[in-house]
């Protein structure tokens, strides 16, 4: 998607920080979760989610997820969707890469998840097989972490650093978990398969009526 022009020079004057960057008085803000631009223009926080039901919720998308992707044929995970023509290989990358994190971002401290490189590790997942393996360890890594866990995961919040800025670890689980259901709405859409998740079931979830 272009603009006439002007974005893209505000976003150079700026310094070509990450997107979406929030500008407040000439002072980028790289935005991970919505709580950041309420914190850069001085407002009150959002209300916060539940870990263990933001945990629990996200769990169930990636099942879905993977059910899906694990049925069709390698030529449908590659088609491009109206998601700015990226493909189902491109978004299961997209989704998935932060339940692999996010373990690590727990006991460290550190979230180093780069979207802008998902070209690169999609590029090594060269069939159906290996997309799928990927996803299925994942989501492995993520599940056994929340085993792991346990109850600390309602007591602990530890803040966690990464490209797009600092926030406690249970933000930026209820962003992925809205993440990953964002585009599972767009998945969904573009198989046209509706009802195999039905979203209504979990709170704070609202999408807009155009899921790309």
């Known amino acids: 998607m272009r603009d006439s022009g002007d974005g893209e020079r505000r976003w150079r004057e700026a310094g070509r920080p990450l997107v979406p960057t929030l500008v407040v008085r000439g002072e980028p803000t790289p935005v991970l979760h919505v709580s950041q631009i309420a914190e850069a223009l001085g407002l009150p926080p959002p209300p916060g989610g539940s870990p263990r039901r933001d945990a629990h919720d996200a769990t169930r998308i990636l099942d879905s997820w993977l059910s ?19 493909s189902l290989r491109n978004l299961t990358v997209n989704v998935f890469c932060p339940f692999e994190l996010l373990p690590t971002a727990w006991s460290t401290g550190g979230f180093d998840w780069r979207p802008e490189e998902d070209g690169t590790r ?7 097989t290996a997309l799928v393996h990927f996803a299925e360890q994942a989501t492995a890594g993520w599940t056994r972490f929340l085993t792991e866990a346990g109850d600390e995961l309602a007591r602990r919040d530890p803040l966690v650093a990464s490209p797009r ?11 992925q978990r809205w993440h990953a259901a964002f585009h599972y709405r767009q998945l969904a859409e573009f198989l046209r398969l509706g009802g195999a998740l039905d979203l209504a079931v979990f709170e704070d979830l609202a999408l807009p009526r155009d899921v790309y």
């Open 68 to 86: 899906h992707v694990g049925a069709l044929e390698w030529q449908t995970l590659l088609r491009p969707t109206p998601s700015r023509g990226r």
């Open 122 to 128: 999609e590029a090594t997942l060269g069939d159906r």
């Open 165 to 175: 800025g600092d926030v406690p670890f249970s933000t930026l689980l209820s962003f």
